[in-house]
């Protein structure tokens, strides 16, 4: 019953529901292409990619992306992009991989003050 009451209030708060949140190589016709949480500094770029449902109306999320530095995340980017209201709506953000960006990463999800959600991934 605690676990329902937590759902509910979750889904009623943000007025939508989240399906997917990956981070992956690329992203073709709104698909995530080779989902993976490693990268080299081979690979052009990071994309976090989020597939919503039930958007019950039009609102904004912020891609908030952090580097691990000597044990402290330090904030890269935040990235705000509109979901709006309908059955579905996937949306991405990327950052570009400079040479000097190895190590530990994380990227949130946010709704506001709230974290939906954080992906971690390693650029080696």
């Given at each position: 019953?605690?676990?329902l009451v937590i759902f509910l209030l979750i889904v009623f708060s943000f007025s939508y529901e989240l399906k997917e949140f990956v981070t992956c190589k690329n992203v073709k016709n709104l698909t995530p292409?080779?989902?993976t949480n490693v990268f080299n500094?081979?690979?052009k770029k990071v994309y976090a990619f989020a597939y919503f449902t039930n958007i019950e109306q039009n609102r904004t999320i912020d891609f908030v992306w952090e580097m691990d530095v000597n044990?402290?995340?330090r904030l890269y980017a935040d990235i705000k992009l509109p979901i709006?209201?309908?059955k579905r709506w996937r949306?991405?953000?990327s950052i570009t991989i400079r040479p000097f960006f190895k190590g530990k990463w994380r990227v949130s999800l946010m709704d506001g003050n709230k974290t939906l959600t954080t992906q971690n991934f390693y650029i080696k």
């Amino acid at each position: 019953m605690k676990k329902l009451v937590i759902f509910l209030l979750i889904v009623f708060s943000f007025s939508y529901e989240l399906k997917e949140f990956v981070t992956c190589k690329n992203v073709k016709n709104l698909t995530p292409i080779d989902i993976t949480n490693v990268f080299n500094t081979n690979n052009k770029k990071v994309y976090a990619f989020a597939y919503f449902t039930n958007i019950e109306q039009n609102r904004t999320i912020d891609f908030v992306w952090e580097m691990d530095v000597n044990n402290t995340w330090r904030l890269y980017a935040d990235i705000k992009l509109p979901i709006y209201k309908g059955k579905r709506w996937r949306t991405f953000s990327s950052i570009t991989i400079r040479p000097f960006f190895k190590g530990k990463w994380r990227v949130s999800l946010m709704d506001g003050n709230k974290t939906l959600t954080t992906q971690n991934f390693y650029i080696k």
